[in-house]
């Protein structure tokens, strides 16, 4: 990017001639239009550009998630280190002064790539063991051991006597039904505006509302576990198909403040939610085998659903740890919700 059309033309020269395909912008507003519209590998960003200078486009890259990460290099000719020092606080990566030589730009070229394709291998990973929703608050708020009190809407789900129907069925099956399971689950969960955070087995845990906030959470978790169970449903007329056992699913819902945040240590953590919430969703799910019901939620989910949903209040129960009964609502008809 630079403002002056000779300059512009023999930098994407020397950039083509590196082996690297260029494309050239006059100023910083035309640059991050065409960076917020497509995809680019490294930013060679001049400081004095009209209408918007090479210092306002680093703190435009800055305070943008997307394009935080893009690796800059400064290739300007103004003087004093108080800039080149201003271009490195912003977040350039190194700063060339002009006329540029070819040898430093190969050079600062090829280092950028690599550090960016280490960045983004380490991204991919990241993706694969950690919800979207947990990428986007690393990059947004950074990793720090600890939690924040947030209102919340947690889900616990297993499937019934899975142990013993296990037992019966080879390794491999046992791990291709679970997988079966787990897909059906995770895209009801995320489809609802949820996150699965916990897998233990064949029961899994899901927040709805953590940690970005969603405008209903409690209605989101009750309709994504409708959601399952319609799917479990379908899956159960394929199984049946086949002279296997249908799946019985349990689910437990409970909304209210949950601490939510990183557990662990800075070697090895996972993000997650305690609290009085946690305990009671899982409480209800255990009970769903015992009140013979799919879905059980608390009180305070239960007035947070529309009319539409509809529910029955089922006898309460004094669960372990807890030091008054709790008042239970059953879901029902237990079939998708629009």
């Not at 486009?57 to 003087?79: C, F, G, H, M, Q």
Request: hydrophobic share 45%; aromatic share 6%.
């Amino acid at each position: 990017m630079d403002d002056n059309k000779v300059n512009r033309l023999l930098m994407a020269r020397s950039v083509e001639l590196l082996g690297h395909r260029a494309s050239v912008a006059e100023n910083g507003q035309i640059a991050m239009s065409m960076l917020v519209d497509g995809t680019f590998d490294i930013l060679l960003l001049d400081i004095e550009m009209p209408e918007m200078d090479g210092f306002e486009v680093l703190e435009a890259l800055k305070s943008n998630a997307a394009l935080r990460d893009l690796p800059v290099i400064v290739t300007s000719s103004v003087e004093g280190l108080g800039n080149i020092v201003r271009c490195i606080e912003l977040g350039a990566e190194d700063y060339i002064p002009k006329p540029v030589n070819k040898i430093l730009l190969k050079a600062r070229l090829e280092s950028c790539l690599e550090k960016k394709r280490l960045h983004d291998e380490q991204k991919r990973l990241l993706k694969r063991f950690a919800t979207d929703e947990v990428v986007r608050d690393l990059q947004e708020s950074g990793f720090a051991i600890g939690g924040h009190r947030v209102s919340a809407t947690v889900l616990f789900c297993d499937i019934r006597d899975f142990t013993a129907m296990s037992e019966h069925m080879a390794p491999e099956a046992t791990i291709e039904l679970l997988n079966t399971y787990y897909a059906l689950m995770f895209e009801a969960v995320k489809s609802n505006g949820g996150m699965v955070n916990l897998i233990v087995g064949d029961g899994l845990m899901a927040l709805f509302g953590a940690p970005e906030p969603i405008e209903n959470s409690a209605q989101s978790a009750v309709n994504a576990a409708a959601e399952m169970c319609a799917m479990i449903e379908m899956l159960n007329e394929e199984r049946a198909m086949q002279n296997d056992p249908a799946l019985e699913v349990g689910f437990g819902i409970a909304t209210g403040e949950v601490v939510a945040g990183y557990a662990g240590t800075d070697a090895r953590a996972t993000y997650t939610c305690i609290g009085k919430t946690v305990n009671l969703a899982s409480r209800l799910e255990a009970h769903t085998k015992v009140a013979q019901e799919s879905i059980l939620m608390d009180s305070a989910t239960q007035r947070r659903l529309p009319v539409e949903i509809r529910s029955k209040e089922i006898p309460a129960i004094h669960f372990k740890g807890f030091s008054e009964d709790q008042t239970i609502f059953a879901l029902e008809p237990v079939t998708s919700i629009d």
